[in-house]
């Protein structure tokens, strides 16, 4: 239980650092810094890092699993 708490945690910390990551994004393109295309790649870009960690996350919950489990 205690894997599956600190996965969820960490997930959340992720999906957190992306929001954030979307709000500058959006405030650059407001300053007119960016080009709405520039906000669509960031965004983009970062929903990718968001989906490639969480992947991992799970990979690292599921292992840590197994190897508590064999114990």
């Known amino acids: 239980k205690d894997i599956k708490k600190k996965a969820e945690e960490a997930k959340v910390a992720i999906r957190n650092i992306r929001r954030d990551a979307n709000e500058q994004i959006k405030k650059m393109e407001k300053a007119s810094e960016i ?12 929903q990718k890092l968001t989906d490639q960690y969480i992947k991992k996350i799970d990979e690292a919950a599921a292992k840590k699993t197994d190897e508590v489990m064999t114990i």
């Not at 080009?35 to 970062?46: A, F, H, L, V, Y």
């Open 35 to 46: 080009t709405e295309d520039d906000r669509k790649e960031g965004e983009e870009e970062s």
